[in-house]
Each structure stands twice: as structure tokens, then as C-alpha cells.
């Protein structure tokens, strides 16, 4: 079955750095696009940057453009956030996706708190 799991989240001050990572099985993870969305209480899950399957073409939302990068290797079936300078509104927990035969599958999350 389809599994996705998340790593890499974390309390971390204003203007710090964390990488997640996101580990897929089950699926072709070569073949499809890969996405980070996050969500605070009360909010819908945001798209936060998806990537191409073979990594070529990303895409993110405006407010993390620039200090976030996705990545991905397709080796060890993995996708990455970069996350630089962090903001007090960049905390979230923090999920991937991935939509193989048309469905959605995500991860449990990975908690981000940026705070002083």
C-alpha cells in the first residue's frame, strides 16, 4: 500500500533553517509529482510547492517563494522542503502528497513551530 512519511519538523527561532523529508513506497514514485501542503487549526491544508516526477519543473506558493526549495531523489524514493528563513506564519504541520491512480495519499505530518 501507498505510504508516505514525513521527518524533519521542529521548534526553531525566526529566521532559522529545517529540511523535511518525505519518504514514499508503494507507488512508482518516479513517475508522479510530489507535493508539500501544510495546515494550522482552523485553516484549509495550503498548498505550500509541488515538483515534477523527474524534478525538472517546481512550483511554489507566493508567500514561501524564495526561502523554500523542493527537491527530490528519485533513487531513494524521497522528496525534500528546504525551509530558510523561517517565519512565526511558516508554522504548520506540515504534509506530503502524492496522487498516484487518481487518488490522494498523504503522510501523518511533521509539526514545524517557528518561535522565540
Known amino acids: 500500500q501507498v505510504q508516505l512519511v514525513e521527518s524533519g519538523g521542529g521548534l526553531v527561532q525566526p529566521g532559522g533553517s529545517l529540511r523535511l523529508s518525505c519518504a514514499a513506497s508503494?507507488?512508482?514514485?518516479?513517475?508522479?509529482?510530489m507535493r508539500w501542503y501544510r495546515q494550522t487549526p482552523g485553516k484549509e491544508r495550503e498548498l505550500v510547492a509541488y515538483?515534477?516526477?523527474?524534478?525538472?519543473?517546481?512550483n511554489y506558493a507566493d508567500s514561501v517563494k524564495g526561502r523554500f526549495t523542493i527537491s527530490r531523489d528519485n533513487a531513494k524514493n524521497t522528496v525534500y522542503l528546504q525551509m530558510n528563513s523561517l517565519k512565526p506564519e511558516d508554522t504548520a504541520v506540515y504534509y506530503c502528497?502524492?496522487?498516484?491512480?487518481?487518488?490522494?495519499?498523504w503522510g501523518q505530518g511533521t509539526q514545524v513551530t517557528v518561535s522565540s
Open positions: 508503494g507507488f512508482t514514485f518516479s513517475r508522479y509529482v
Open positions: 515538483i515534477s516526477s523527474g524534478g525538472g519543473i517546481t
Open positions: 502528497n502524492a496522487r498516484p491512480w487518481a487518488s490522494d495519499y
